[in-house]
């Protein structure tokens, strides 16, 4: 059997659009918009933009809490960027976030728009400005600053890392397999460790750091991404499931779950939502669909 010759990277990479697996359409090695698409603006204060994936389920999940805590000043319009199609490299999305990726808010809420990108800043902004869900004591805010900065660090090795060669990459490469998933596990314990002694990430409070951490790491108990719970062994880490699984429970974060979704089951879809009566719309679609009645 002939063996493949090692790869030696050329002096100078270049860009061969067939390298890419399943998103080489979408991936390029160039920022700036692609075509002419100004953003569509709804009538609430916030305005955004994004993909039902772990990063725009963040935001979705905070202005759903927001909302039941009788936030009305955190109304929204949710538009539905699909990555697929292109449409984070239109002129407006740009605009709004020049790193194209999802999600993107537009702040509208005191005149002058303001743009805030990275799922990270807008979870701190929306909870700075409403007051909610970031503890104010001297000790309580640097945690939970610290751990949704935990998130934002680690998450690129579960997605782009462990996710890419495990699910996505156009070729099984052992090493590239072993190397993520040992350190997506090491991530697990931090986790699974932090929460036999706390009730959330923070201690008693649920916070911002819950809610960036669990559409990631909680999807990945509840096999809701990449199908890799049980090559992981996820359900060994016993207090990270008790949290996933409590979080899960939550309304807000059941709603702020379908909003932007284009993927699984139909009744866990809202591809678009400009009012909180979607919701309810969307469950009445459903019962029509099946032919029952409400």
């Known amino acids: 059997m002939n063996e493949v010759p090692p790869y030696v990277p050329p002096k100078v990479w270049q860009w061969e659009k067939g390298n890419g697996g399943e998103f080489a359409s979408i991936n390029r090695p160039i920022a700036g918009p692609t075509h002419d698409k100004p953003l569509p603006v709804g009538k ?137 998933a040992m350190e997506v596990k090491r991530q697990l314990d931090v986790l699974d460790r932090r929460l036999a002694e706390n009730q959330y990430i923070c201690g008693d409070e649920y916070t911002i750091a819950d809610i960036a951490i669990w559409p990631w790491y909680g999807a990945v108990v509840l096999n809701k991404v990449y199908e890799a719970a049980e090559f992981l062994d996820a359900a060994s880490y016993k207090h990270l499931g008790r949290w996933t699984r409590e979080i899960a429970e939550r309304d807000a974060v059941k709603r702020g779950r379908m909003v932007n979704r284009t993927s699984g089951p139909l009744e866990e879809q809202l591809r678009e939502r400009h009012d909180a009566g979607d919701f309810a719309t969307r469950t009445q679609d459903k019962i029509e669909a099946s032919g029952g009645v409400s």
């Open 44 to 180: 609430h204060p916030m305005q955004l933009y994004s993909l039902g994936t772990p990063n725009g389920v963040k935001v979705t999940v905070l202005l759903e809490e927001l909302l039941a805590l009788g936030f009305t000043g955190a109304e929204y319009d949710a538009w539905l960027i699909n990555i697929r199609d292109g449409d984070q490299f239109g002129s407006g999305f740009t605009a709004a976030n020049p790193n194209s990726k999802i999600p993107a808010l537009m702040d509208h809420s005191a005149g002058t728009p303001v743009r805030v990108f990275e799922s990270g800043a807008i979870l701190l902004h929306l909870a700075e400005k409403f007051g909610a869900f970031l503890p104010s004591d001297p000790a309580g805010r640097p945690e939970c600053l610290s751990w949704l900065f935990w998130q934002m660090g680690s998450a690129p090795y579960l997605g782009g890392g462990f996710g890419h060669f495990y699910a996505y990459a156009p070729v099984k490469i052992e090493y590239c397999i072993d190397r993520y």
